[in-house]
């Protein structure tokens, strides 16, 4: 079992930038992929990043490739998520999400993961 805590959400304007955290609970972060995803107003929660656990590999979703990157400390059991160049469109609520020992290829469907955190806001003003 792990819980899940996301911090560093907020108002910023287009062109700037903010990290987001997530600290987990639990003694074994190191065997948990984490992933990032984002939920619009009025619309389904969609897959931000993800970096596995084994590789340390990441993984981004097209619309944030080369703006964002995600990243881990796991003497922290915290995973980070740096946004820059932000766009009105990024404004989302954040989720962190785990999945222990995974090694599949579908790190972009949120079903695969299994602890969520519950979330943070992030306003990106024009």
């Known amino acids: 079992q792990v819980q899940l805590l996301e911090s560093g959400g907020g108002l910023v304007q287009a062109g700037g930038s903010l990290r987001l955290s997530c600290a987990a609970s639990?003694?074994?972060?190191?065997?948990?992929?984490m992933g990032w995803f984002r939920q619009a107003p009025g619309k389904e929660r969609e897959f931000v990043a993800a970096?596995?656990?084994?590789?340390?590999?990441?993984y981004y979703a097209d619309s944030v490739k080369g703006r964002f990157t995600i990243s881990r400390d796991n003497a922290k059991n915290t995973v980070y998520l740096q946004m820059n160049s932000l766009k009105p469109e990024d404004t989302a609520v954040y989720y962190c999400?785990?999945?222990?020992?995974?090694?599949?290829?579908?790190?972009?469907?949120?079903?695969?993961?299994?602890?969520w955190g519950q979330g943070t806001q992030v306003t990106v003003s024009s």
């Open positions: 970096i596995r656990w084994s590789s340390g590999s990441t």
């Open positions: 639990g003694r074994t972060f190191s065997s948990y992929t």
């Open positions: 999400a785990a999945v222990r020992d995974y090694s599949g290829n579908y790190l972009h469907r949120e079903y695969e993961y299994d602890y």
